[in-house]
């Protein structure tokens, strides 16, 4: 029953995406082959030689369609760049896209490489059917999908782009605006070198307006525009026992345990609630009723939220889903000590490890928040070392906290009034004759905060690609529908004059 249901509401997107002209159509078509190769290269963040491959084959694709392109050097990987020749009395948009991808394991794929990208439909009984590419030849099924490596996150939107832009000049549209692009190789790894590279390059980088084009669309494939992304730190918390495991018959009432101290610590943050307790962590958060509103505009359904993630009652930080969103998030993201399952081991364990991550909003200063944290764990009576304790400091103190911390990625968020902003809703709503889903911000994190604080410019999140694509994971998808739509939105932004 679940998977005829799936095939059902396959077939249902087909009337959200009809058919297109043939203009239109040949545009989708030429994206998918354009994709594929650009998908072949691999591009895994980690890997130098992969980035600077990307880097050959973006530096062709954006000249061939007349943009002037330079390679930004950081302290790591250069960025890519590219604006079309600026013309006075133009606003200038920025967008912001990157072509880096999370590594693959090939074995856990369902196709024997991740990088040549493989056609399939659904199938009724479930699961999906393998075609070839010549079967795209007459009609464009949207509800069949591209699968491989980034397609979705973030190779597609990027072609997209470079395929509206050649469907504009079919059609002799002037686009009213001055284009700029920017392409991060190191998205995946948390775009450390970006805040310096854009105080570095500002003036390169000015202009009116900053676009990303990332992650999905919200789940009921309603158009989408998010305001902002919440931003992210780090803290990893170790507790000590016995310098080595010792067993737990002849020391078990005598040793300390470092889980009963990590346990201590970590359940004195949060109630059962899961609010955090810990003094002035939500300060400086209020939501006025207007806000609340358009948070509360956002169809999503708490039941099938739940029933998705399997849990009988959520978190109470917020009364609702996107409520929740607006706070700054406390999560334990993992944990280790000592041996599990089959290879548990009678020993109290020498230490234990607690990784945090702590989801930021514009109103909170992620130093400050760590340093909440850390002075809530003092206030348990632990004190706190950035090394391993050595044997004079076990001997003094009975209670360590190893605290190792990451740098701050800040969050951002334009105003729900912003004209610019209102006038992408309103072209949305027109262009698909649907109601558009606004969101004040989204729960992931993009890099993006450093060129709104250099800048001084407003920015916005405009997702294209299907919300079940699996970025990150094992086969990752694109929806050939989402072509027709990113070709669509892409096509209505840049052949309209702002405030039109």
Wanted: glycine share 8%.
């Amino acid at each position: 029953m679940k998977y005829r249901l799936l095939f059902l509401l396959s077939l249902l997107q087909l009337q959200v995406f009809p058919q297109e002209d043939p203009l239109m159509k040949a545009q989708v078509r030429h994206t998918i082959d354009e994709l594929i190769q650009f998908v072949a290269i691999p591009n895994d963040a980690l890997q130098h030689a992969d980035i600077n491959r990307n880097l050959t084959w973006l530096t062709r694709a954006f000249s061939e369609r007349g943009f002037n392109t330079s390679l930004l050097p950081t302290e790591e990987e250069s960025l890519f760049f590219a604006a079309l020749p600026m013309e006075e009395g133009k606003p200038t948009l920025l967008w912001y896209m990157h072509f880096d991808g999370q590594s693959v394991d090939p074995a856990k794929w369902d196709q024997p490489n991740p990088y040549q990208v493989v056609l399939k439909s659904p199938a009724e009984e479930g699961g999906w059917t393998s075609r070839p590419l010549s079967e795209l030849s007459e009609d464009i099924p949207y509800d069949w999908r591209l699968f491989g490596r980034s397609v979705s996150d973030d190779k597609g939107p990027i072609i997209m782009f470079l395929n509206t832009l050649d469907l504009l000049k079919k059609k002799g549209v002037e686009i009213p605006f001055n284009l700029k692009v920017i392409l991060d190789g190191q998205e995946e790894r948390s775009s450390k070198p970006l805040p310096g590279a854009v105080q570095t390059y500002r003036e390169l980088l000015e202009a009116d307006y900053l676009l990303i084009a990332d992650g999905p669309v919200h789940y009921s494939g309603l158009p989408t525009v998010v305001y902002g992304c919440r931003g992210i730190t780090t803290l990893s918390l170790t507790t000590y026992g016995p310098v080595l495991p010792q067993h737990s018959g002849h020391y078990g009432n005598y040793a300390p345990n470092p889980n009963f101290q990590l346990a201590e610590i970590l359940a004195s943050m949060k109630d059962r609630q899961g609010r955090v307790l810990i003094p002035g962590y939500y300060d400086g958060i209020e939501l006025t009723a207007d806000e609340m509103e358009v948070l509360r505009s956002v169809p999503d359904e708490a039941s099938r939220i739940d029933g998705d993630l399997q849990i009988a009652e959520p978190d109470r930080v917020g009364a609702f889903y996107q409520e929740a969103l607006q706070y700054p998030s406390l999560n334990v993201r993992g944990m280790g000590s000592g041996w599990i399952g089959p290879e548990a081991r009678t020993i109290v364990p020498a230490s234990a490890t607690a990784e945090i991550d702590i989801r930021l909003v514009p109103e909170t200063d992620g130093q400050r928040m760590k340093e909440l944290v850390k002075d809530h764990i003092r206030g348990l009576g632990y004190r706190l070392t950035d090394k391993e304790p050595d044997a004079a400091m076990r001997r003094a103190e009975p209670r360590w906290v190893r605290v190792a911390e990451s740098e701050v990625t800040d969050a951002f968020r334009t105003p729900l009034d912003n004209p610019f902003g209102q006038h992408l809703v309103s072209l949305l709503g027109t262009t698909f004759g649907e109601p558009v889903v606004q969101i004040r911000i989204a729960g992931g994190t993009v890099p993006i905060a450093p060129f709104v604080n250099a800048l001084d410019i407003p920015a916005f999140l405009l997702p294209l690609v299907n919300p079940d694509n699996n970025q990150h994971s094992p086969n990752e998808n694109l929806k050939i529908g989402q072509i027709a739509y990113g070709l669509r939105t892409l096509e209505a932004i840049l052949s309209t004059p702002a405030g039109n």
